[in-house]
T-cell receptor
Framework: KNQVEQSPQSLIILEGKNCTLQ??????????LRWYKQDTGRGPVSLTI?????NTKSNGRYTATLDADTKQSSLHITASQLSDSASYIC??????????????FGAGTRLAVHP | GAVVSQHPSRVICKSGTSVKIECRSL??????MFWYRQFPKQSLMLMAT?????????EQGVEKDKFLINHASLTLSTLTVTSAHPEDSSFYIC????????????FGPGTRLTVT
Protein backbone atom coordinates (compact mmCIF):
# COMPACT_ATOMS: atom_id res chain seq x y z
CA LYS A 1 0.00 0.00 0.00
CA ASN A 2 1.31 3.45 -0.89
CA GLN A 3 1.80 5.38 2.34
CA VAL A 4 3.75 8.29 3.77
CA GLU A 5 4.47 8.35 7.49
CA GLN A 6 5.89 11.30 9.36
CA SER A 7 7.43 11.65 12.78
CA PRO A 8 7.19 13.14 15.24
CA GLN A 9 3.52 14.02 15.14
CA SER A 10 4.26 17.26 16.99
CA LEU A 11 7.34 19.04 18.23
CA ILE A 12 8.08 22.00 20.47
CA ILE A 13 11.44 23.73 20.29
CA LEU A 14 12.91 26.98 21.52
CA GLU A 15 13.63 29.81 19.15
CA GLY A 16 17.10 29.57 17.67
CA LYS A 17 17.36 25.81 18.03
CA ASN A 18 17.60 23.32 15.19
CA CYS A 19 15.25 20.42 14.55
CA THR A 20 14.84 17.51 12.17
CA LEU A 21 11.58 16.07 10.91
CA GLN A 22 11.35 12.56 9.48
CA UNK A 23 9.40 11.04 6.61
CA UNK A 24 9.24 7.38 5.60
CA UNK A 25 7.37 6.27 2.52
CA UNK A 26 6.35 3.08 0.77
CA UNK A 27 5.23 4.70 -2.47
CA UNK A 28 6.43 2.77 -5.48
CA UNK A 29 7.39 3.43 -8.17
CA UNK A 30 8.74 6.73 -6.91
CA UNK A 31 8.75 9.98 -8.83
CA UNK A 32 9.57 12.75 -6.40
CA LEU A 33 9.24 13.88 -2.79
CA ARG A 34 8.19 17.28 -1.60
CA TRP A 35 8.14 19.07 1.70
CA TYR A 36 5.45 21.67 2.27
CA LYS A 37 4.92 24.18 5.03
CA GLN A 38 1.32 24.85 5.99
CA ASP A 39 0.47 27.70 8.29
CA THR A 40 -2.76 27.37 10.25
CA GLY A 41 -5.71 28.22 8.04
CA ARG A 42 -3.62 28.50 4.91
CA GLY A 43 -2.79 26.31 1.95
CA PRO A 44 0.51 24.37 1.73
CA VAL A 45 3.56 26.16 0.38
CA SER A 46 6.33 24.18 -1.28
CA LEU A 47 9.72 24.17 0.44
CA THR A 48 11.67 21.58 -1.54
CA ILE A 49 11.16 18.98 -4.20
CA UNK A 50 13.59 16.12 -4.81
CA UNK A 51 13.76 13.45 -7.46
CA UNK A 52 15.27 9.99 -7.19
CA UNK A 53 18.80 11.14 -7.98
CA UNK A 54 18.92 14.00 -5.49
CA ASN A 55 20.22 13.41 -1.96
CA THR A 56 19.88 16.87 -0.50
CA LYS A 57 18.32 20.18 -1.32
CA SER A 58 18.30 23.43 0.59
CA ASN A 59 15.95 26.38 0.69
CA GLY A 60 17.30 28.98 3.08
CA ARG A 61 17.24 27.54 6.59
CA TYR A 62 15.46 24.42 5.36
CA THR A 63 17.49 21.43 4.18
CA ALA A 64 15.84 18.27 2.94
CA THR A 65 17.56 14.94 2.47
CA LEU A 66 16.43 11.89 0.57
CA ASP A 67 17.60 8.28 0.74
CA ALA A 68 15.73 6.55 -2.06
CA ASP A 69 17.18 3.17 -1.09
CA THR A 70 15.72 3.20 2.41
CA LYS A 71 12.78 5.37 1.33
CA GLN A 72 13.44 7.96 3.98
CA SER A 73 13.57 11.72 3.93
CA SER A 74 14.26 14.37 6.52
CA LEU A 75 13.71 18.09 6.78
CA HIS A 76 16.22 19.98 8.89
CA ILE A 77 15.39 23.45 10.11
CA THR A 78 18.31 25.56 11.25
CA ALA A 79 18.18 28.44 13.72
CA SER A 80 14.43 28.22 14.11
CA GLN A 81 12.28 31.32 14.18
CA LEU A 82 8.84 31.93 15.64
CA SER A 83 7.48 32.11 12.10
CA ASP A 84 8.56 28.51 11.53
CA SER A 85 5.63 27.41 13.69
CA ALA A 86 3.45 25.48 11.25
CA SER A 87 2.66 22.01 9.99
CA TYR A 88 5.27 20.42 7.75
CA ILE A 89 3.91 17.93 5.29
CA CYS A 90 5.86 15.31 3.38
CA UNK A 91 4.28 14.47 0.03
CA UNK A 92 5.36 11.75 -2.38
CA UNK A 93 4.39 11.51 -6.01
CA UNK A 94 4.33 8.08 -7.52
CA UNK A 95 5.03 7.27 -11.12
CA UNK A 96 2.08 5.27 -12.35
CA UNK A 97 1.07 4.79 -15.93
CA UNK A 98 -2.31 5.67 -17.32
CA UNK A 99 -3.34 9.10 -16.12
CA UNK A 100 -2.02 11.66 -13.71
CA UNK A 101 0.27 10.69 -10.87
CA UNK A 102 -1.46 11.19 -7.54
CA UNK A 103 0.22 12.81 -4.59
CA UNK A 104 0.40 10.79 -1.38
CA PHE A 105 0.31 13.01 1.69
CA GLY A 106 1.80 12.40 5.10
CA ALA A 107 -0.17 13.46 8.15
CA GLY A 108 2.31 16.23 8.88
CA THR A 109 4.43 17.29 11.83
CA ARG A 110 3.13 20.22 13.83
CA LEU A 111 6.05 22.36 14.89
CA ALA A 112 5.75 25.00 17.58
CA VAL A 113 8.65 27.37 18.12
CA HIS A 114 8.57 29.08 21.50
CA PRO A 115 10.48 32.22 22.47
CA GLY B 1 6.01 29.99 -8.09
CA ALA B 2 2.61 30.11 -9.72
CA VAL B 3 -0.30 31.73 -7.93
CA VAL B 4 -3.59 30.05 -7.17
CA SER B 5 -6.40 31.93 -5.49
CA GLN B 6 -9.57 30.79 -3.79
CA HIS B 7 -12.74 32.67 -3.06
CA PRO B 8 -14.19 33.06 -0.55
CA SER B 9 -11.57 32.51 2.13
CA ARG B 10 -14.28 31.92 4.71
CA VAL B 11 -17.95 31.17 4.37
CA ILE B 12 -20.71 30.41 6.83
CA CYS B 13 -23.93 28.93 5.53
CA LYS B 14 -27.06 27.42 6.96
CA SER B 15 -27.74 23.72 6.84
CA GLY B 16 -29.54 22.74 3.64
CA THR B 17 -28.18 25.54 1.51
CA SER B 18 -25.54 25.28 -1.21
CA VAL B 19 -22.26 27.10 -1.34
CA LYS B 20 -19.83 27.61 -4.21
CA ILE B 21 -16.07 27.89 -3.86
CA GLU B 22 -13.94 29.23 -6.70
CA CYS B 23 -10.38 28.28 -7.51
CA ARG B 24 -8.39 30.33 -10.00
CA SER B 25 -4.93 29.99 -11.47
CA LEU B 26 -3.78 33.56 -11.86
CA UNK B 27 -0.68 33.34 -14.00
CA UNK B 28 -0.75 29.99 -15.78
CA UNK B 29 -3.16 27.69 -17.56
CA UNK B 30 -4.27 24.88 -15.32
CA UNK B 31 -5.25 21.86 -17.35
CA UNK B 32 -5.85 19.95 -14.13
CA MET B 33 -7.25 21.12 -10.83
CA PHE B 34 -7.54 19.15 -7.63
CA TRP B 35 -9.91 19.61 -4.72
CA TYR B 36 -8.92 18.57 -1.22
CA ARG B 37 -10.57 18.77 2.17
CA GLN B 38 -8.74 18.92 5.44
CA PHE B 39 -10.13 18.28 8.91
CA PRO B 40 -8.45 19.80 11.97
CA LYS B 41 -5.02 18.35 12.70
CA GLN B 42 -5.26 16.01 9.73
CA SER B 43 -3.60 16.06 6.36
CA LEU B 44 -5.17 16.87 3.04
CA MET B 45 -7.53 14.32 1.52
CA LEU B 46 -8.05 14.36 -2.21
CA MET B 47 -11.72 14.64 -3.13
CA ALA B 48 -11.64 14.90 -6.89
CA THR B 49 -9.58 15.74 -9.92
CA UNK B 50 -10.89 17.81 -12.78
CA UNK B 51 -9.50 18.36 -16.23
CA UNK B 52 -10.62 21.36 -18.21
CA UNK B 53 -13.67 20.56 -20.27
CA UNK B 54 -14.13 17.08 -18.81
CA UNK B 55 -16.13 15.57 -16.00
CA UNK B 56 -14.36 15.39 -12.67
CA UNK B 57 -12.96 12.12 -11.34
CA UNK B 58 -14.01 11.58 -7.76
CA GLU B 59 -12.13 9.63 -5.12
CA GLN B 60 -13.78 6.64 -3.53
CA GLY B 61 -16.29 7.67 -0.91
CA VAL B 62 -16.83 11.20 -2.22
CA GLU B 63 -20.40 11.85 -3.35
CA LYS B 64 -20.30 13.46 -6.77
CA ASP B 65 -23.89 14.67 -6.48
CA LYS B 66 -23.08 16.46 -3.26
CA PHE B 67 -19.78 17.98 -4.31
CA LEU B 68 -20.29 19.38 -7.79
CA ILE B 69 -17.13 20.31 -9.63
CA ASN B 70 -16.97 22.40 -12.75
CA HIS B 71 -13.75 23.14 -14.63
CA ALA B 72 -15.08 25.25 -17.45
CA SER B 73 -11.90 27.12 -18.32
CA LEU B 74 -8.15 26.76 -18.03
CA THR B 75 -8.06 29.21 -15.13
CA LEU B 76 -11.20 28.47 -13.14
CA SER B 77 -12.66 25.52 -11.30
CA THR B 78 -15.59 25.63 -8.90
CA LEU B 79 -16.66 23.31 -6.10
CA THR B 80 -20.30 23.52 -5.06
CA VAL B 81 -21.30 21.87 -1.82
CA THR B 82 -24.99 21.12 -2.25
CA SER B 83 -27.46 20.80 0.61
CA ALA B 84 -24.69 21.42 3.09
CA HIS B 85 -24.75 19.80 6.52
CA PRO B 86 -22.69 20.57 9.62
CA GLU B 87 -20.48 17.56 8.92
CA ASP B 88 -19.44 19.24 5.67
CA SER B 89 -17.75 21.93 7.70
CA SER B 90 -14.10 21.71 6.78
CA PHE B 91 -11.15 23.42 5.16
CA TYR B 92 -11.31 23.04 1.39
CA ILE B 93 -8.13 23.51 -0.62
CA CYS B 94 -7.68 23.46 -4.35
CA UNK B 95 -4.51 22.99 -6.32
CA UNK B 96 -3.75 23.56 -9.96
CA UNK B 97 -1.30 22.04 -12.39
CA UNK B 98 -0.44 22.23 -16.03
CA UNK B 99 0.10 19.33 -18.41
CA UNK B 100 -2.51 16.94 -17.03
CA UNK B 101 -1.18 17.06 -13.49
CA UNK B 102 2.31 15.93 -14.38
CA UNK B 103 3.91 19.18 -13.38
CA UNK B 104 4.11 20.85 -10.00
CA UNK B 105 0.83 21.36 -8.15
CA UNK B 106 0.31 24.82 -6.76
CA PHE B 107 -2.03 25.09 -3.82
CA GLY B 108 -4.58 27.75 -3.12
CA PRO B 109 -4.91 29.40 0.30
CA GLY B 110 -7.97 27.36 1.23
CA THR B 111 -11.59 28.10 2.09
CA ARG B 112 -12.98 27.57 5.57
CA LEU B 113 -16.58 26.36 5.33
CA THR B 114 -18.76 26.39 8.42
CA VAL B 115 -22.26 24.98 8.17
CA THR B 116 -24.58 25.97 11.01
Amino acid sequence: KNQVEQSPQSLIILEGKNCTLQCNYTVSPFSNLRWYKQDTGRGPVSLTIMTFSENTKSNGRYTATLDADTKQSSLHITASQLSDSASYICVVRGRWTGGYNKLIFGAGTRLAVHP
Amino acid sequence: GAVVSQHPSRVICKSGTSVKIECRSLDFQATTMFWYRQFPKQSLMLMATSNEGSKATYEQGVEKDKFLINHASLTLSTLTVTSAHPEDSSFYICSASGLAGVLEQYFGPGTRLTVT
